[in-house]
């Protein structure tokens, strides 16, 4: 089976950096998604790790170990816009669906 | 035009009444889910079909049914609504020869109450 844990909430500040950490336990390691999601709206895609590292894209980075079952979403030069949550997904086994965490709402403040 | 369409968008009925919501797309993928979604519980999903003679049960398939009518269509029935059935409901689609595999497309979401 499959379980993420990520913290519930975070409150950061406009222009500064945060990172929202997801720790994962999968039976087939298939990828990771990140998913973002304002409030009573869909889910939109954000990024995907499959391998170790970084993989940066505009103010937005996501990591990825392998080995440690770890991965974070760092936004950069925080913007009011941000607020929202952000979902750490994991495909299930068999690579049927996805996996999604519980999210992490982040709030920006001025 | 959205990609992933769902309909109606909001919903209040009774407790006891039969309910369908509808998920209809024009992205050609093959694969289609249907969630609900709880505050602190996350995305949970329903059911899924891999193709229109496919049909799976997903974590809390109890109390839903669903039909898929044609490649682009997937509706999700309530047979007879109870109160905590009421949630935000998603569909979603993927393809694993489009995006990176996995990767599924939402619809905006049907808010269901079940009073």
């Known amino acids: 089976g499959q379980n993420i844990d990520q913290p519930t909430e975070m409150t950061a500040t406009e222009g500064a950096i945060v990172q929202i950490n997801c720790t994962y336990q999968t039976s087939g390691f298939n990828g990771l998604f990140w998913y973002q999601q304002h409030a009573g709206e869909a889910p939109t895609f954000l990024s995907y790790?499959?391998?170790?590292g970084l993989e940066e894209k505009g103010r937005f980075s996501s990591f990825l170990s392998r080995s440690k079952g770890y991965s974070y979403l760092l936004l950069k030069e925080l913007q009011m816009k941000d607020s929202a949550s952000y979902l750490c997904a994991v495909p299930s086994t068999g690579a049927n669906n996805l996996f999604f965490g519980t999210g992490t709402r982040l709030t920006v403040i001025p | 035009d959205a990609d992933v369409t769902q309909t109606p968008r909001n919903r209040i009925t009774k407790t006891g009444k039969r309910i369908m919501l509808e998920c209809s797309q024009t992205k050609g993928h093959d694969r289609m889910y249907w969630y609900r979604q709880d505050p602190g519980l996350g995305l949970r999903l329903i059911y899924y079909?891999?193709?229109?003679?496919?049909?799976n049960k997903g974590e809390i398939s109890d109390g839903y049914s669903v039909s898929r009518q044609a490649q682009a269509k997937f509706s999700l029935s309530l047979e007879s609504a109870i109160p905590n059935q009421t949630a935000l409901y998603f569909c979603?689609?993927?393809?694993?020869?489009?995006?990176?595999?996995?990767?599924?497309?939402f619809g905006p979401g049907t808010r269901l109450t079940v009073l």
């Open positions: 079909s891999f193709d229109v003679k496919d049909i």
């Open positions: 790790n499959v391998l170790d």
């Open positions: 979603a689609t993927s393809d694993l020869g489009q995006g990176f595999g996995n990767e599924q497309f």
